[in-house]
């Protein structure tokens, strides 16, 4: 073998190592990308699972009715507002994570859409009343129009879009295998 071909063999060589080394770059940032959206995911169940979110859901759905007043709210204790704020600033929350592309809205729904189906018309009327006690109050200086609870109303308009089970799931998926 001639010094040429040499070269040539080694610069086909380097060029094929760079290429593995590309693909297994690849294949990290794709493992990566499914590990962070598992974390993510864990995330929203350890939410759903803590006391505070179901004493939340509790509140909303046995100590407010659908056409709630503000008062109705005010005369709630500390604890029961401290659980509604819990759903709402953990909705907000996966509401941003779901826009910026951190988390799958079928996932989202699939966690979610049980319990909206009683909750999510007082959801959404709570959200826009703290948003407006927020937005109308003195401590706020700011001429924002933003509520802190806007994405949460933005995700409930994206979970109602969102096809619906129509049989048990425990049915649909009766033959599932891992």
Do not use: C
């Amino acid at each position: 073998m001639n010094l040429e071909t040499a070269a040539q063999v080694g610069e086909a060589l380097g060029g094929i190592a760079i290429l593995l080394t590309m693909l297994f770059g690849l294949r990290q940032v794709l493992e990566w990308k499914e590990t962070r959206r598992n974390e993510i995911t864990q995330r929203i169940a350890e939410h759903l699972g803590t006391t505070l979110v179901q004493r939340g859901m509790g509140v909303i759905a046995n100590d407010l009715n659908e056409d709630f007043a503000q008062e109705d709210v005010l005369a709630l204790s500390r604890e029961q507002k401290n659980s509604i704020n819990a759903i709402l600033v953990g909705l907000n929350s996966h509401a941003i994570m779901t826009f910026q592309g951190h988390l799958s809205l079928e996932i989202l729904s699939a966690y979610y859409q049980p319990y909206l189906t009683i909750l999510e018309k007082r959801i959404r009327n709570l959200a826009k009343l703290l948003n407006s006690l927020w937005l109308d109050s003195t401590e706020n200086q700011t001429d924002t129009v933003v509520g802190p609870f806007d994405w949460v109303i933005w995700l409930l308009d994206r979970i109602e879009e969102q096809p619906t089970e129509i049989s048990p799931v425990y049915e649909l998926h009766k033959d599932w295998k891992a």
